[in-house]
């Protein structure tokens, strides 16, 4: 029994190891890797998909991966994005929050928060998977946050970005006035 145990944790441990090996490899400097997903907005859903090569050129723009609309977590991340969205649109600041959910979904999240950034449906989490952004292991996104510059850049990276107090938020407040 110790014995299929050990290999078992084995497998696990290595399993995961392998499934992160993805994250290791975006780093500040790298190209933010492109995508079209649909979307929505507190007032409407898109079927015209949205790109990220579409936002680029404008000013940085945020990449906030986050594991599910309606959830508490989550409920507080996109809240303090929300309060705090004039200082970020003050900084020529896109956001664009991005989870497994579908767009009506994130519509109605969105009209009940009163968000006013679009929320990305990536509901096979290819985006996710592809930022590193993806817990394999629950099936959601983790709690990450990317600043992309305006040449299409990756310039921050929060991995464990908190909703929980304003630490994760003015370190990407900072990143963000640095890229002015």
């Known amino acids: ?24 490899s975006l780093k500040v400097g790298d190209a933010a890797p492109d995508f079209k997903l649909l ?11 949205l790109s990220l090569s579409s936002l680029e050129g404008k000013g940085p723009v945020v990449l906030a991966f986050y594991p599910a609309d309606f959830s508490g977590g989550c409920t507080k991340e996109v809240c303090s994005m929300r309060d705090n969205f004039a200082s970020l649109a003050a900084l020529n600041t896109e956001v664009v929050g991005l989870s497994g959910d579908y767009p009506f979904s994130s519509h109605e999240w969105a009209k009940q928060l009163n968000l006013p950034f ?8 290819e985006v996710a998977q592809r930022y590193s952004s993806y817990d394999p292991m629950s099936g959601f996104n983790k709690r990450t946050v990317f600043a992309i510059d305006k040449a299409g850049k990756i310039a921050y990276i929060d991995m464990h970005y908190s909703p929980r107090d304003s630490v994760s938020l003015g370190k990407l407040q900072d990143a963000l006035k640095q890229m002015h």
């Open 118 to 125: 679009k929320l990305a449906s990536d509901h096979k989490h």
């Open 39 to 49: 979307w929505a907005t507190r007032d409407s859903v898109s079927f015209n998909p």
């Open 1 to 24: 029994m110790k014995i299929l145990l050990a290999v078992l944790l084995s497998l696990v441990t290595s399993g995961a190891a392998f499934a992160a090996a993805p994250s290791d």
